[in-house]
């Protein structure tokens, strides 16, 4: 219980410096800096109260430069040396060895399939269950249960999923849901409904979905910058469009094996799907308390006119709630945009990013402390970094409008 | 500026006001559709059922695993451990030369085979031979070679009987498909937390994990305490670009600080250990509590203070005395997402905390190198992760109203 004796005295030296620290350093200023008598009390008070500020502020400031922009710096500064040759400037090498590596190709194609996939899904379902659970007399019941996986880590998480994706020799028994589940599927009239038709369904309702965004994207009027937004939100949706009528076809035409127990974490490409189902299972809680809250806050009178006006459910949830909400589903969106980029753990804990599952941080975490390649560890920092930015300028431009 | 701020002001108050209604039991009739009621209804009960069923399958499995022996983890489903399971087994009986008791010209061994193998249940059907373990029905009498017979009832009480040369040699085997009842066990429990001599125990990384959350949750608070303080009520040149500059800080990837923060401690003699991870904690959960200590500060009735300056209080006072104490709420939410944040961290604590010797390894690291080397025994790897997330979910499931308030004011709007 060493550490445990550690961690006690942290916490006394921690916080009694803390308020020692401040409360010192006021009387320091107030009694010997500046005193607040003599021929120059009115100045001194004066100036004692513009230096408190920065009292209050020194600790918070200082943990802040020193380990989040201070390090922001530094990862630039050594993404740009090599190790190996004594720290050597080596310009963009790192760089250009870095963008040779299929790894990391991966690594981009799978955080954008993230990117696509774990914010679109967690709000979506965050969303839904938010309006649900409004209108039922159990719905609180119902929502702590979906917010619940937000406290389990990523790393329990991805335990709990492993025990579901598990698949034992055929003809033993399953012990993995998933695989229970699909041997029940012999290439019947059943498997052809829920394997085949289902899923077209499913993909034809997102390309008509991600189409009549994209409709209301092109409506947009605006300047310069709304006309590159568009083209490339355009763009973006034709693509979408596409990948998801392919797959359409894919899906027809596949053949697939039924009655196999699936080895699921290691079928390149859909195994992706496995890992964000994981993320999607922890994010929809936070979508949904978030939504949830902004859908109680829309004015009553709204929808008691839209009733009035013989408005049906659908229609009152989808143009006049959804309308309304738009600017918190945008904060729910980038808010698990940021935690999709930064996510490690259940990579790391499931497949190591093994089986064509690598993201950009494990990505990231195997160069710095497996290869002890820092350079290329440094600028696969810097690419999340990169990825991010627009997020954070966003943020910044908000709060700045919210504070004038 | 002092205007602004009171309009801010009410608008957070006002806001926080709808946002207290959320989880409480009140309804609001007008949320949904007012009055009418839709034919629509149960079509959203069941669909919410099937979404919450969907929600909690997985942490139940992993639950329920918990409490299973391997064997049987690894010979059924979960879900079968619910109801009745069948398991088939081999028994028997007992050893003819030291049991037998002559019963006329006949030998007869008698006793039962479920209580000594140690197993539990009620046989259902069995047999003599592998090819064919369900030949009898438990009672019914199987004539086996020459004048031998065996019977064994539902309980597993058997008679075995035959001629002197018949009874002899080794016990008579019983191919037997016992109905047990659910059966669960603490062993793994007992064996991953009171059991000193595993290795692969829980128990220190358990501590470890408490040793890093607590100093890692408490320093972070009192810092961004004061700086909120000033952020919110003092007024100096630079504030905004400060509260700016937090809000951006606020998405900082921490990948970012691994290597130049390693370097830095390594530089200055603090090492991979406690001190090193606090210090990290500390740093990256500064902005998030500035933010939303700020944020709630910035909302507390003008008035108060402003009559407290009057008489003569310091920043000081009005801090310790006044403001600290009606922003609970505040502090609440941001201590319980610092100690989910950092309980549940992963990356932290390998790259700060654990060095070579693995002394300091905390629960999410013993988990993930559990899934390496034990893949398979579910029971183990159950257990832990279970063990890891029981402290979060209490406190999830007793805070967790603070926890929303936390998440309300926290997403950047």
């Given amino acids: 219980m060493d550490a445990a004796l550690l961690g006690l005295t942290t916490i006394i030296v921690g916080v009694g410096g803390c308020l020692g620290y401040f409360y010192f350093s006021n009387v320091f200023l107030d009694k010997v800096l500046f005193p607040a008598k003599g021929p120059n009390a009115g100045r001194n008070i004066n100036r004692a109260n513009q230096i408190r500020p920065w009292l209050f502020l020194f600790p918070a400031m200082f943990a802040l430069g020193l380990y989040l922009g201070y390090p922001v710096f530094e990862t630039l500064r050594l993404s740009l040396l090599d190790r190996d040759q004594g720290n050597a400037f080596v310009g963009l090498a790192n760089y250009q060895q870095m963008f040779a590596e299929a790894k990391f190709w991966e690594a981009m194609r799978n955080n954008m399939l993230w990117l696509i996939v774990v914010p679109a899904t967690s709000t979506a379902f965050g969303l839904l269950v938010a309006q649900l659970t409004d209108r039922i007399s159990w719905g609180n019941i119902a929502k702590s249960i979906i917010f619940m996986p937000m406290a389990i880590s990523f790393v329990g998480a991805s335990v709990i999923f492993k025990l579901i994706y598990d698949a034992r020799p055929e003809d033993t028994a399953q012990i993995g849901v998933l695989n229970a589940v699909w041997v029940q599927f012999e290439g019947g009239i059943g498997s052809f409904i829920f394997l085949k038709i289902l899923p077209v369904i499913l993909l034809i309702a997102f390309a008509g979905v991600v189409a009549y965004v994209g409709y209301l994207i092109l409506r947009l009027r605006g300047g310069l910058w709304t006309t590159f937004f568009k083209a490339g939100a355009g763009v973006f949706v034709a693509w979408l469009v596409f990948l998801s009528l392919k797959s359409v076809l894919g899906v027809m035409t596949a053949d697939l094996p039924y009655g196999e127990p699936q080895q699921w974490l290691t079928i390149p490409f859909y195994n992706n799907f496995f890992l964000m189902v994981v993320l999607i299972w922890i994010q929809t809680g936070f979508a949904m308390v978030i939504l949830s809250a902004a859908l109680r806050g829309i004015p009553e009178e709204t929808v008691e006119a839209a009733i009035v006006d013989g408005a049906n459910p659908f229609q009152i949830f989808f143009k006049i709630k959804v309308p309304q909400i738009m600017p918190t589903i945008v904060v729910v969106w980038t808010t698990i945009t940021l935690t999709v980029l930064k996510v490690f753990d259940i990579v790391f804990a499931m497949t190591n990013g093994q089986w064509q599952t690598q993201v950009l941080a494990n990505y990231m975490y195997d160069k710095l402390f497996r290869a002890n390649d820092w350079g290329v560890g440094s600028a696969a920092a810097i690419i999340i970094m990169l990825l991010v930015s627009p997020i954070l300028i966003w943020n910044i431009y908000n709060a700045r409008k919210e504070m004038r | 500026m002092a205007d602004q701020n009171a309009d801010r002001g009410t608008i957070v108050a006002g806001s926080q006001q709808f946002l207290r209604g959320l989880f409480s039991s009140k309804r609001e009739s007008a949320s949904g559709i007012a009055g009418s009621k839709s034919s629509l209804t149960w079509v959203v009960h069941i669909s919410v059922l099937a979404l919450v069923l969907l929600w909690i399958f997985p942490t139940v499995g992993l639950f329920v695993s918990s409490f299973r022996t391997g064997d049987q983890i690894a010979t059924s489903g979960w879900w079968a451990a619910l109801g009745e399971s069948q398991q088939n087994i081999v028994l028997r009986a007992a050893d003819p030369d030291d049991n037998r008791v002559a019963d006329g010209d006949m030998f007869v061994v008698e006793g039962n085979l479920l209580d000594a193998e140690g197993a539990s249940g009620t046989i259902t059907v069995w047999g003599t031979s592998s090819r064919a373990i369900d030949a009898y029905t438990a009672g019914e009498i199987a004539e086996l070679k020459g004048t031998e017979t065996i019977t064994v009832d539902a309980q597993g009480n058997y008679t075995w009987r035959g001629s002197e040369d018949e009874i002899s040699g080794r016990g008579q085997r019983v191919f037997a498909t016992i109905t047990a009842p659910p059966e669960f066990t603490f062993e793994n429990y007992d064996s991953m937390l009171f059991d000193p001599t595993n290795s692969e125990g829980m128990t220190k990384a358990f ?87 700020r944020n709630y500060m910035v909302g507390l009735p003008r008035d108060i203070i402003e009559n407290a300056k009057v008489d003569g209080a310091t920043d000081f006072q009005i801090f310790t005395k006044i403001i600290l104490p009606l922003s609970f709420p505040a502090l609440a939410a941001f201590s319980i997402f610092q100690f989910l944040w950092t309980w549940n961290d992963l990356l932290v604590a390998k790259v700060f905390l654990i060095d070579a010797t693995g002394q300091t390894t905390v629960m999410t690291n013993q988990i993930t190198e559990l899934l390496g080397t034990r893949g398979g025994n579910w029971e183990i790897l159950a257990t832990a992760a279970f063990v890891s997330i029981a402290v979060p979910l209490v406190v999830f499931f007793a805070m967790q109203r603070y926890l929303v308030r936390g998440l309300l004011a926290g997403s950047v709007k």
């Fill in chain 2, 207 to 293: 501590f470890n994990t408490l040793t890093v959350t607590i100093p890692a949750t408490i320093i972070p608070i009192v810092i961004a305490a004061f700086a909120a303080y000033a952020l919110a009520w003092m007024e100096f040149p630079g504030r905004a670009l400060l509260i700016a500059a937090v809000v951006g800080l606020l998405v900082v990837p921490l990948q970012l600080a691994l290597i130049p923060l390693l370097k830095l401690h390594l530089g200055v003699g603090i090492g991979k250990g406690y001190l090193g991870v606090w210090l990290a904690h500390t740093g990256f959960g500064m902005p998030l509590a500035i933010y939303l200590l």
